[in-house]
Nanobody, 111 residues
Framework: QVQLVESRGGLVQPGGSLKLSCTAS????????MAWYRQVPGKPREWVAT???????DYADSVKGRFTISRDSSKNTVWLQMNSLKPEDTAVYYC?????WGQGTLVTVYS
């Protein structure tokens, strides 16, 4: 059974940083492209970043230069390092393996 477990989000002030993790089980993590999405209530889920099995990363324009996706196949884990956070980054963040979603974790950027 495929399972993605995300770390707890949190509260952070604008300009602050937060790092999310997502640990996978039940999949061949090393060959899977992993991604992060986010969703604000009442709005569609928005793609944030992707990292291929080969380590190639891609980012939404809204987070480019501020967020960094990384992965470690030996730990079946993908991370999202979020720097220079803005109030508009407030959302529930989800990791995705292409067929499975994590449970979602709330990140709140408040001033």
């Amino acid at each position: 059974q495929v399972q993605l477990v995300e770390s707890r989000g949190g509260l952070v002030q604008p300009g602050g940083s937060l790092k999310l993790s997502c640990t996978a089980s039940g999949i061949f993590f090393g060959i899977i492209t992993m991604a992060w999405y986010r969703q604000v209530p009442g709005k569609p889920r928005e793609w944030v970043a992707t990292m291929s099995s080969g380590g190639s990363a891609d980012y939404a324009d809204s987070v480019k230069g501020r967020f960094t996706i990384s992965r470690d196949s030996s730990k079946n884990t993908v991370w999202l390092q979020m720097n220079s956070l803005k109030p508009e980054d407030t959302a529930v963040y989800y990791c995705n393996s292409g067929v499975q979603w994590g449970q979602g974790t709330l990140v709140t950027v408040y001033s």
